[in-house]
């Protein structure tokens, strides 16, 4: 079965501190999928990223970088400089591909994080 | 484009009402979705759609009733609710093709069962 534990419930920051949400999995795929996700108080969930068991690559968009390290099983998720509009909560995931097409998403249960002045 | 509509943004209803939640994506996708979300809890998946025909029902019950009428559009038909029904409604869309894609979600509807 497959499991993502994000330990951290809730963080709060001050805008423009850095801040790295932590992301743990669990699964005995050699190929596999995680996510990261974006909701915002509006309830919309926002894709960030996709990374698969291959690319170890960290990559960097903007603000954001991430850190995926297959030897922890982690796929962390750094805000630098971290605004207000970052005040969300977000969601990684870990994916398996459907029979048929599709495939189905196993969320960590997120992190809150909230940005202060 | 790529957006995910839904409508209504809020509903209420009672107990005894029948209702519809509509879905709709212009993105070709060929995988469409249904997520239930309760307050502080991640999105748990409801139904799958792929290529406008049922794959996944996760034991949802019988008074949620999917439908796909065409590949564009996704629907959720609401019967007998309960109170704890209330929730948010998330659908969500991916290209359906072999392979791992990422899912496109909608705004969602947030729904009250009185």
């Known amino acids: 079965a497959q499991k993502v534990t994000q330990a951290q419930t809730e963080i709060s920051v001050v805008e423009k501190e850095d801040v790295t949400l932590d992301c743990v999995y669990e699964?005995?795929?050699?190929?596999?999928?995680l996510f990261w996700y974006k909701q915002p108080p509006s309830g919309e969930l926002v894709f960030l990223i996709r990374?698969?068991?291959?690319?170890?690559q960290n990559e960097i968009s903007g603000r954001y970088s991430w850190n995926f390290q297959k030897s922890t099983s982690s796929f962390n998720f750094t805000i630098t400089a971290s605004q207000v509009v970052d005040s969300a909560v977000y969601f990684c995931?870990?994916?398996?591909?459907?029979?048929?097409?599709?495939?189905?998403?196993?969320f960590g249960t997120g992190t809150q994080l909230k940005v202060e002045l | 484009d790529t957006e995910v509509t839904q409508t209504p943004k809020h509903l209420v209803m009672g107990m005894t009402n029948k209702k519809s939640l509509k879905c709709e994506q212009h993105?070709?996708?060929?995988?469409m979705y249904w997520y239930k979300q309760k307050a502080k809890k991640p999105p748990e998946l409801m139904f799958v759609?792929?290529?406008?025909?049922?794959?996944i029902n996760e034991s949802v019950p019988s008074r949620f009733s999917p439908e796909c009428p065409n590949s564009s559009l996704l629907n959720l038909h609401l019967h007998a609710l309960q109170p704890e029904d209330s929730a948010l409604y998330l659908c969500?869309?991916?290209?359906?093709?072999?392979?791992?894609?990422?899912?496109?979600f909608g705004p969602g509807t947030r729904l009250t069962v009185t």
């Open positions: 990374r698969n068991s291959f690319d170890e």
């Open positions: 699964t005995r795929d050699t190929t596999y999928y």
């Open positions: 759609y792929s290529y406008e025909k049922l794959s």
């Open positions: 969500a869309s991916s290209p359906g093709l072999a392979g791992v894609y990422e899912q496109y």
């Open positions: 995931a870990l994916s398996e591909p459907l029979t048929g097409g599709g495939n189905k998403l196993t």
């Open positions: 993105m070709g996708h060929r995988a």
